[in-house]
């Protein structure tokens, strides 16, 4: 395309200089094509192209050549140097002309401004096309920044509603889970049954550990990472404690990324808490697998031996676990059975994923805020 138009650039003053039916002086049409045969140079020295039209103007018929050149140095130049050559282009040929023929004052004040608006008008395009697009890259930086800010922004506000958030759960949950601790601890000093002071220091042993998870989780505690794959199976060892029965059957190979582990623990925790709250003698099978490059967490447990227990059906467990799994970049499907089983399953990226950059990225700031 760009061939095409200094193609054009060239031919179409040559035709123009050609098609002219009045020739003043022997020399007006060499020098006329000289200069259109020099037009393609202005794109690198555009004095060059527009300093050879002007032999060409005083012959009469360097117009059009000068036309495109004048416009390339209205596109490239300053406005010192774009008047200096609207002043050449309009004085040489005007006065030339106003001399040779004795014109009238008006006569030669309309051919000064004829050759003023010849000049003048390829240049003020040239220029005003160069500062359209001066501006609109301008404003498309503006437009750039302003996002930027606003993303910043929106960042920090996020940053500080997660500090308070923190600090909100950090105290009320916190208190709670330590007053369960201590509880249990006096109880089991105090109690003179085997089986009540064994269930006192396990209820004592898990309110101090999700006491460190949350802390862990809102960045109060940095010696303790969050539970991840390789807390599952002490997870399901504390399940089977507290008296549920499960199976566990291994199939992943090596380890997922961070986020996936992480996800993958909570997904078998919630799924063994829902039993313990709903279906507490049901058997239990915990299967992770690898299937089409993905990992696959499946709990299902079968239909419960007893009636279950009395429940709160207020909880949302299940819907911010499926959160979290989508955060990991995974999916999360429960399934209610016939016979009265439930199955928990759940298909996780064994790579890294987006959480793991924003761990990296936000664990930092989020950190210093909560410790406030």
């Known amino acids: 395309m760009v061939i095409v138009l200094e193609v054009l650039a060239v031919l179409v003053p040559a035709a123009m200089v050609l098609l002219a039916d009045h020739v003043p002086y022997a020399w007006s049409i060499p020098t006329a094509l000289a200069a259109c045969a020099l037009l393609p140079v202005r794109r690198r020295w555009p004095w060059v192209a527009a300093l050879a039209c002007l032999p060409g103007l005083v012959g009469g018929l360097g117009l059009p ?25 309009t004085a040489l040929p005007s006065t030339l002309v106003v001399v040779s023929q004795g014109l009238p004052p008006g006569a030669a004040l309309l051919t000064f401004a ?5 000049a003048g008008a390829p240049t003020a395009l040239g220029a005003l096309i160069t500062t359209r697009r001066e501006l609109t890259a301008s404003l498309a930086e503006a437009s750039r920044a302003r996002t930027a800010e606003v993303e910043a922004r929106e960042a920090g506000a996020r940053a500080s509603e997660r500090a308070r958030i923190a600090r909100e ?14 509880e ?17 220091l396990r209820l ?15 960045g109060l505690l940095n010696t303790e990472p969050s539970p991840g794959y390789d807390g599952i199976e002490p997870l399901i060892d504390r399940a089977r404690s507290a008296g549920l029965t499960v199976r566990f059957e291994d199939r992943s ?15 078998v925790q919630e799924a063994l808490t829902n039993v313990t709250k709903h279906a507490p003698t049901a058997p239990v099978h915990v299967r992770l697998s690898q299937e089409d490059g993905r990992l696959r967490v499946t ?8 009636p279950p227990p009395p429940s709160d059906q207020g909880g949302h467990g299940l819907h911010g676990l499926k959160e979290r799994v989508t955060q990991a970049g995974g999916t999360l499907t429960t399934t209610a059975h016939a016979d009265g089983g439930f199955t928990v399953d759940a298909a996780l990226p064994t790579g890294p994923s987006k959480v793991d950059a924003d761990d990296s990225t936000f664990g930092g700031s989020a950190r210093n805020p909560a410790n406030a």
């Not at 390339?72 to 200096?84: C, D, E, L, N, Q």
């Not at 004829?114 to 010849?118: A, E, K, P, T, W």
């Not at 709990?299 to 007893?306: D, I, L, M, Y």
Request: charged share 15%; net charge positive; no cysteine.
């Open 114 to 118: 004829f050759s003023l608006f010849m």
């Open 169 to 182: 759960i950090h105290d009320a949950v916190g208190h709670h889970a330590t007053l369960i601790a201590v």
């Open 204 to 218: 004592r042993a898990s309110a101090k550990e999700a006491l460190a998870e949350m802390r862990a989780a809102l």
């Open 299 to 306: 709990v299902t447990n079968t239909r419960p031996t007893t």
């Open 253 to 267: 190979g090596h380890p997922p990324a961070p986020a996936t582990g992480r996800a993958a623990y909570r997904v």
């Open 184 to 200: 249990a601890a006096a109880l089991a000093a105090t109690t003179e049954d085997a089986k009540t002071r064994d269930t006192a």
């Open 65 to 89: 050549p000068t036309v495109v050149a004048l416009y390339r140095i209205g596109r490239k130049s300053t406005v010192p140097v774009m008047i200096t050559w609207v002043a050449l282009a």
